[in-house]
């Protein structure tokens, strides 16, 4: 089907090929005949064939190889979706031989309009940095330039992209923290969640701890007589904390994200919280970490171990619901037992009760392993609070003759941890486990027996010896931890009752002599040597004594999750309690504030919109309603076309253009105009001042004038009024694509400023970059194609460098036209054809007159080159003390356009 020229069976054949690998079958032989139709004009076909070679690209890179030139190709396709999967089947080839392919497909992409290719050109970053990481410093120029994206789609993958290539360059993130916890909200999920770890780090480097108010009055003893000096220190040190702002910039961002559907952005804001906010305010994490408790159970075992870490240090927080930690019987063994550590770390003296009451349940459960578990925490509760340690004892001393071997074994070793802490209070407990010995088969509760009984055996000096007889009849039968048990029990004993048991050491010793564990003839061995010394040695049977009977101390019964909060939660190497590979630990708070200008960005100062007062303008109901809704209908319209060309990082951008401000009155006018030419510079908007032969003119003239063409451009209005600066989007055009110019690539744009070659000429900066490896020389215009237009041409520029930018600033004369402008743009070795297309709006220069004005001089001709008008004009009425802004009627505007239109051409 796949060698069909039908285009219908080759797609049935796609789709079933897809299906078989989604069903993780092998499809790896079907790669010949799949490739052939890698060129196919099918989009539904060339999505499916993209998708197979993603797959199996990298077993087969002899054959992928042949394809490369398809893939290059289609970068350029009209069709995101084909650049985005060319980029990803071109990044999944793991051949050296094509890093350059890569990389310039990566920078390419970098730049494309579409987010959906900026976010596949990220994901390719991390694949070519594994293939060769000598890209280093070329990736993180691309990573630079996608953290500055404004796509919600592209944030998630720049910043995996970031922790994957340099975690350690945190000054990229500087300028685009608040960006990122602005567009946390927006992002993907899991994108959410990469940038939320990335930010608990950056914060952990950036702010001071806030836990510094809990710790103010903890050193509060003062000396008798305290210095200048050291009272100094000590106002430094209880100075009131205050949180930075962009710290709380970063918990605000994050809360509304606890109520995620998704566990993992749950459990990423829980860790943010747990390791970054003060800690009255980590209690809000609680509710959304219990309600996690409902899902599925791989998700309740990672919470539930981060809980249990967290309820160590801070008991409060979980102890209101504690009966969401009640072991149910559906419960699988490893959440029974986290179920059981959370509870043991939140018993204290008032729920002691309850605790324990659940505990005898889970003791007859029928999983032997928590039940085990379980009579461990009642060791740990009897450790913890010592007004049930009695109680805690009594009850292990019952469980003592339960059926359950396992059970009992467990009782036998915790009882004994517990008698290490009073035991001549509990001398009957002792002599109650020694009679129980014979029937304990459990190689770990036997050991316990008999070393508790060696250990206390003057407490217990009748029962000892008895016990010693009847190991030495099975000691070849026991296990090695028993056997080593009865050999120090026998030493115990032939140092403090030497007389029934001395005879019964010495065949205890010959036995552990030849036995065939060595850890079993070595112990025999030292402790022959240390209670019956030869001749020639016994320097130390002097102190066998203190040595076998020196007092130990009680054994400490931690959780163990005790130090699991040195790692990070919610990370691989916290659930593993081991550091894993790629694990970037948690730096300490800074002691001393860092600079938080670092993150400021530069934005042009926001100007007032109008200069003078402004006054209410009288008009009818009607025209309010509908000047109002084509207002609204126009702000969103350019709300909308800001956002989309903030998506492309290339496209376009925003520059701000500053205008002059109003005159007040005609006396002033010159001395106005002046002056706001140097705000205008001081403001750094760009604009230059208007020469003075422009300047005398507008002084000069007495009747208004509305609309001027370029070609006359002689403005001449007593009440002219300029507005004041506003931002409008400029569009760039491309003049010349890289690809085309051989690494040159240029882009124009018109600046709507006053051209200085001459009056009659329009304005365009012209930018270049050299995208290629070696250096550009002789940049400059060498023959101008274009009949009947006149071009000035910038200076020729000398050298551009590769990965360098440089502007320049040329004037074109249209000859009241919209036909392009065609040259020849050269460098030292090559020349290229181009032609800049002047938009019709590009060649107006707008006048603002008074409504009195526009009606009178609405049967004049005045000289136009544009087509035609649609939408309603923005005019100024006169009053006795200022100008205020209205809008006349729109039925009034059209009767004037139809009198000015037929004029036009």
């Keep these: ?183 946390l909200m927006d992002v993907e999920e899991w994108g959410q969640v990469v940038i939320i770890s990335m930010l608990t780090r950056y914060a952990r480097t950036q702010f001071i701890s806030p836990w510094k108010e809990d710790g103010v009055f903890e050193n509060s003893e ?117 179920k059981l550590e959370i509870l043991t770390n939140l018993a204290n003296e008032a729920n002691i009760s309850t605790v324990l009451r659940e505990f005898q349940t889970y003791v007859k459960s029928q999983d032997k392993a928590f039940a085990a578990a379980t009579i461990q925490a009642i060791g740990r509760c009897a450790t913890n609070i010592s007004e049930i340690t009695d109680t805690c004892l009594n009850g292990l001393v019952l469980l003592l003759s339960n059926r359950d071997e396992t059970v009992v074994a467990e009782s036998v070793v915790v009882i004994r941890k517990l008698l290490q802490t009073q035991p001549s209070e509990h001398s009957d407990i002792i002599k109650h486990m020694a009679k129980l010995f014979d029937n304990i088969t459990v190689p770990m509760a036997r050991a316990s027996i008999l070393w508790l009984i060696g250990e206390y055996c003057e407490h217990v000096p009748k029962i000892a010896p008895d016990v010693l007889r009847k190991m030495a009849k099975t000691f070849h039968n026991e296990e090695d931890i028993v056997k080593l048990q009865t050999v120090s029990l026998a030493a115990k004993l032939y140092l403090t009752n030497s007389k029934q048991t001395k005879l019964l050491t010495q065949y205890i010793l010959n036995l552990g002599k030849y036995d065939q564990n060595y850890d079993i003839r070595d ?21 066998a004594r203190r040595i076998l009977l020196a007092p130990k101390p009680a054994p400490v019964l931690q959780s163990a999750f005790k130090d699991r909060d040195r790692f990070q939660l919610g990370t691989l190497s916290h659930t593993l309690n081991s550091k894993a590979t790629g694990y970037l630990e948690l730096s300490d708070w800074p002691p001393m504030a860092p600079d938080q200008s670092v993150r400021n960005v530069e934005v042009a100062e926001a100007m007032k919109e109008w200069s003078p007062a402004v006054g209410k303008a009288k008009s009818s109901k009607s025209d309010d309603k509908f000047y109002s809704d084509s207002g609204e209908e126009e702000d969103e319209q350019a709300a909308d076309s800001g956002s989309d060309e903030e998506g492309g990082s290339e496209g376009s951008t925003r520059t701000p253009v500053s205008l002059s401000s109003e005159a007040e009155s005609e006396n002033s006018e010159t001395s106005e105009d002046s002056s706001q030419s140097e705000k205008s510079s001081d403001s750094g908007t760009g604009v230059k001042k208007t020469t003075t032969q422009k300047n005398k003119k507008l002084q000069q003239a007495k009747k208004p004038r509305k609309l001027v063409s370029v070609c006359d451009r002689v403005c001449v209005c007593v009440c002219q009024q300029l507005s004041s600066p506003v931002f409008v989007p400029v569009h760039t055009y491309e003049l010349l694509h890289r690809m085309t110019g051989k690494g040159l690539a240029a882009q124009y744009h018109f600046s709507r400023q006053p051209c200085i070659y001459d009056d009659r000429m329009i304005s365009v900066q012209l930018t270049f970059s050299n995208n290629g490896d070696h250096t550009l020389e002789n940049i400059h215009i060498s023959e101008k194609t274009s009949a009947g237009q006149n071009i000035h041409c910038f200076s020729p520029i000398e050298c551009l460098e590769p990965e360098k930018s440089v502007t320049v600033s040329m004037g074109v004369d249209f000859n009241d036209s919209t036909q392009a402008a065609s040259f020849q743009l050269c460098t030292k070795a090559e020349g290229f054809n181009v032609s800049i297309q002047p938009a019709v709006g590009e060649l107006l220069l707008p006048v603002t007159m008074s409504e009195q004005d526009f009606s009178k001089d609405g049967g004049c001709e005045v000289p136009l080159c544009t087509a035609c008008f649609d939408e309603c004009f923005t005019l100024t009425l006169d009053t006795p003390d200022h100008s205020c802004r209205t809008k006349s009627s729109h039925a009034q505007m059209r009767s004037h356009t139809k009198r000015i239109v037929p004029r036009l051409f």
């Design 523 to 543: 112990r025999t061995r030292f402790i022959r040597q240390l209670i019956v010394p030869s001749e020639r040695g016994g320097a130390l049977s002097k102190y």
């Design 1 to 183: 089907m796949l060698e069909s020229s039908k285009e219908s069976l080759k797609l049935e054949a796609m789709k079933r090929v897809v299906g078989l690998i989604a069903k993780g079958k092998n499809a790896s032989e079907l790669f010949p005949a799949v490739v052939k139709n890698v060129a196919n004009k099918n989009l539904e076909l060339k999505k499916l064939v993209y998708v197979y070679l993603v797959r199996y690209a990298e077993e087969q890179q002899d054959l992928a190889l042949l394809s490369i030139s398809t893939f290059q190709r289609a970068l350029k396709d009209p069709n995101q979706l084909i650049r985005a999967s060319a980029l990803r089947v071109l990044s999944s080839i793991r051949v050296p031989i094509i890093v350059p392919i890569m990389m310039l497909a990566i920078k390419e992409a970098a730049s494309d309009l579409s987010p959906y290719v900026r976010k596949t050109a990220a994901h390719a970053i991390q694949k070519l940095y594994s293939l060769d990481a000598d890209q280093k410093d070329h990736l993180i120029e691309v990573i630079e330039k996608l953290l500055k994206d404004k796509s919600t789609l592209v944030a998630g993958s720049v910043v995996m992209a970031f922790e994957e290539v340099c975690p350690d360059r945190i000054d990229l993130i500087h300028r685009n923290y608040r960006k990122l916890c602005n567009l």
């Design 222 to 338: 003062k000396a008798f007589y305290e210095s200048d000096e050291e009272k100094r220190k000590s106002a430094e040190e209880t100075k009131p904390y205050a949180m930075d702002p962009d710290h709380r910039l970063l918990l605000r961002s994050t809360k509304p994200l606890l109520q995620s559907r998704n566990t993992a952005v749950v459990m990423s804001v829980a860790q943010l919280y747990w390791h970054l906010a003060p800690k009255h305010e980590v209690n809000i994490i609680t509710k959304s970490l219990v309600r996690l408790l409902r899902s599925h159970r791989e998700v309740q075992y990672i919470v539930l171990q981060n809980i249990a870490t967290m309820s160590i240090q801070r008991k409060g927080m979980f102890e209101p619901f504690m009966k969401s930690f009640y072991v149910r019987s559906t419960d699988a063994t490893h959440i029974k037992t986290l």
